[in-house]
């Protein structure tokens, strides 16, 4: 096994290299290349994790986001966050997420808690 530590972006560059050679042809099951493989995709996702973090969406982003993606309408939230105008409330920023609404949205929705619980990033009015 040819591992190493990545410590740096010319590790890095080199245990892709090294990964790119190693996955062309896919390597046999159970082989001692396909063990190096894997050895180096999780040290590779570590150093990229550390590296390179991804911040929290903010939860009213997301909430649009899956709306869009969904097709969904205002009418749509009504039963996980009350009435129109509250929607509109909580989507101009105007009105925070309740602890109520955040379950709902991720029990009905499948958001992810921790995208719901994240601190807006812009400022409330």
Do not use: C, W
């Given at each position: 096994m040819d591992l190493f530590p990545i410590r740096n972006d010319c590790d890095h560059r080199r245990a892709l290299d090294r990964f790119s050679s190693l996955a062309d042809p896919e390597p046999e099951p159970g082989s001692a290349q396909e063990a190096t493989l894997e050895a180096l995709a999780i040290l590779i996702d570590a150093y990229e994790r550390k590296r390179y973090p991804l911040e929290q969406p903010d939860?009213?982003?997301?909430?649009?986001?899956?709306?869009?993606?969904?097709?969904?309408?205002v009418s749509d939230l009504v039963?996980?966050?009350?009435?129109?105008?509250?929607?509109?409330?909580?989507?101009?920023?105007?009105?925070?997420?309740?602890?109520?609404?955040?379950?709902?949205?991720?029990?009905?929705?499948?958001?992810?808690?921790?995208?719901?619980?994240?601190?807006?990033?812009?400022?409330?009015v």
């Open positions: 939860p009213i982003d997301y909430l649009k986001f899956a709306m869009d993606q969904r097709g969904l309408t039963p996980f966050i009350g009435q129109p105008n509250r929607v509109y409330e909580v989507l101009s920023g105007k009105r925070g997420l309740s602890i109520q609404m955040i379950r709902r949205l991720h029990r009905g929705l499948g958001i992810p808690l921790e995208v719901l619980i994240a601190e807006p990033k812009r400022a409330s």
